[in-house]
């Protein structure tokens, strides 16, 4: 779902590509979406393979080539200044988020409730499967060491899907320039828990990056 850039620009306009968690969809998030959406920004959300209305078979290979051609059209887009394109990940989609931040040309990264990597969460919640099980990669942390664009991260204090102390780590490795802790948000809450501080510090930072 693409949200062209409002009020409507004289010039190619900032571009943000929205990564979504597992399990979320365009049609569940399009509420939040909305309210989050910077003003005169361009907006694209996703459904990768197999979710929502998309088909396919979700892969790490394909959440990769998903990533790639979402930021593809955006930055195809005649309205759209490929040079002002900020990525926003949410838990699965904060490995999008930065394979494409490491991978293209991004200005800005913001990420929610990000883990460190598939291999670090599997010995937290599937300590008693054997390794060679465990084939997913998905390394934020080794991404966020290469990383160069302005970083932004959210993380609820009382996580028990992703820990904080995960959130705290990719932050640290890609040198956040804000590391905001919510008190009492899980994982998936922390936008309803902050309430307007999530909304303000998110359109702070994107209007500063991109000069609004």
């Known amino acids: 779902m693409y949200l062209p850039p409002r009020p409507a620009p004289s010039q190619p306009a900032p571009g943000l590509v929205w990564f979504p968690g597992n399990a979320e969809t365009v049609a569940s998030l399009a509420p939040v979406v909305r309210e989050l959406r910077p003003p005169g920004v361009g907006v694209l959300i996703l459904d ?18 998903d990533a790639e051609a979402a930021w593809g059209y955006l930055a195809s887009r005649p309205d759209i200044d490929r040079a002002r394109i900020a990525v926003y990940g949410r838990s699965l989609g904060t490995v999008a988020a930065l394979d494409v931040a490491v991978t293209r040309r991004v200005r800005a990264v913001v990420l929610d409730a990000p883990f460190t990597s598939a ?94």
């Open 48 to 65: 990768y393979r197999g979710y929502g209305e998309s088909s396919g078979t979700p892969s790490e290979a394909g959440l990769y080539r």
């Open 119 to 212: 291999r670090d969460l599997a010995r937290l919640h599937y300590w008693y499967l054997p390794r060679s099980l465990l084939r997913l990669d998905l390394d934020n942390l080794e991404r966020a060491r290469r990383l160069r664009a302005p970083l932004l991260v959210f993380h609820g204090t009382v996580d028990a899907v992703v820990p904080i102390a995960m959130g705290r780590a990719v932050a640290a490795a890609g040198h956040a320039r804000e590391f905001v802790a919510v008190a009492g948000a899980g994982h998936n809450d922390l936008h309803e828990v902050a309430g307007d501080r999530y909304t303000g510090t998110f359109l702070r930072f994107l209007g500063s990056i991109f000069g609004q």
